[in-house]
């Protein structure tokens, strides 16, 4: 248990209820126990309501009035009109920079989805037109698709004709050379229109499975 | 807007306003915290005149400075800190921490609210009173703030010790100081 002289220094901050719990278990527990610290605890409450009769506040009734009639003739330093207007333009500058941060992302976000988007937003219009090793009627598709897939694509529309007619093995070497040829003038033809931007898009991609090559225009305007 | 809905405006905008040089905003945060600091004030001091000029100048220095005032602790007890720092200023100053003497003494004690009562138990107060006064003025500027704002305004030792600008353990150490000396006159009257 602790001595009356290590309690009496916590009488005042247990009345106050400022001690750590444990601490003000010990003292209420040695209060309880002994008269000396118990007197002293009560001469403490006994001096708080003396002194709170003691100090008492004279009537305030024209006191705010006095204060603001001295502060009419004074003007706010300029010092202070200063740091007034500084502040001030601090909270703008940081409505300006959430404002900037904010247009920036959005920028930014643009700028990285924007294909995306407008892909997507074209997409919604636009018929693709998937060429195929099928038979295509449409110029471009259709000499692209025989160019790129060559053989594959020429031989059924070519082994039917030469099945009825009797065309020779050399003739329909020749026909699927010649084929080729136009074939592959047709795609040159086609990417040179590409290049001088008369598409404003286009995809190309390369189907694995059925070895072909997909070409994805939107309609022209 | 009434007197009152005008008292519960917002504080901050009260602030925003005076720091524009709103002295109508000024006076209603003087009218909030008048009482309070003029207690601080009489806390150190100890007379009416001193503590209600002090507490004017606090106001005054307030508005001056409002522009440095952070939002990190309450208005109040900036104020408090801006009146206490004033007081213990005004009472070192002034060489006034000596308990008063001759007529300036006598003058200051008979105007302190004493209301004179015949019964035995009023006078045993008054007298009681007279010494707690006169005990007061002997203890430090310190002293005196940290148990009257302790005692009389309530304050938590950490709103103390952020007002007078010390630690927790110097704030414990005043008090249990200035508990004992004015102990000592509260066991004499009762002798007596």
């Known amino acids: 248990m602790a001595s009356c002289d290590e309690i009496h220094l916590l009488l005042g901050p247990f009345d106050d209820g400022e001690l750590e719990p444990h601490e003000m278990e010990d003292v209420a527990f040695h209060v309880v126990e002994c008269g000396e610290c118990k007197a002293a605890l009560e001469d403490y409450r006994a001096l708080g309501v003396a002194l709170r009769d003691v100090v008492t506040v004279p009537p305030l009734d024209h006191f705010a009035q006095a204060v603001t009639a001295r502060l009419e003739p004074r003007r706010i330093p300029v010092r202070v009109r200063l740091a007034n207007w500084w502040d001030s333009l601090g909270r703008l500058a940081s409505v300006i920079e959430f404002g900037g941060v904010a247009a920036a992302t959005a920028v930014l976000t643009m700028l990285i989805a924007g294909p995306d988007v407008r892909q997507f937003v074209t997409r919604r219009d636009a018929r693709p037109v998937v060429i195929a090793n099928a038979r295509a009627t449409a110029r471009p598709p259709a000499a692209l698709a025989s160019a790129n897939l060559g053989v594959a694509g020429a031989v059924p529309q070519l082994a039917s004709a030469s099945g009825e007619s009797g065309v020779t093995d050399d003739n329909l070497a020749n026909v699927i050379d010649q084929g080729k040829v136009k074939a592959a003038s047709d795609l040159q033809e086609m990417l040179s229109d590409l290049g001088a931007g008369q598409s404003p898009s286009v995809a190309v991609w390369n189907e694995p499975r059925t070895d072909t090559t997909v070409v994805w225009i939107p309609d022209q305007p | ?192």
């Open chain 2, 1 to 192: 807007m009434s007197r009152a809905a005008r008292l519960e405006a917002d504080e901050t905008e009260l602030i925003r306003r005076a720091r524009e040089g709103d002295a109508e905003a000024f006076g209603l945060l003087v009218e909030r915290y008048q009482h309070r600091v003029v207690r601080v004030a009489m806390a150190v001091v100890h007379n009416q005149d001193d503590a209600l000029e002090l507490a004017q100048e606090t106001f005054v220095r307030a508005y001056e400075n409002l522009a440095k005032f952070e939002s990190r602790s309450s208005l109040s007890t900036w104020l408090y800190r801006i009146a206490a720092n004033l007081a213990i200023d005004f009472r070192r100053r002034e060489g006034r921490h000596t308990v008063l003497r001759g007529e300036e003494g006598e003058f200051e004690l008979g105007r302190l609210p004493s209301e004179r009562g015949n019964s035995f138990a009023e006078t045993a107060r008054n007298e009681l009173n007279r010494r707690l006064r006169e005990a007061l003025k002997e203890l430090t500027p310190e002293h005196r703030a940290v148990i009257l704002l302790r005692e009389v305004e309530g304050l938590s030792y950490d709103e103390i010790g952020d007002i007078l600008q010390c630690p927790r353990g110097t704030v414990m150490s005043r008090l249990h100081y200035a508990r004992n000396r004015l102990r000592g006159i509260l066991k004499d009257v009762d002798k007596d």
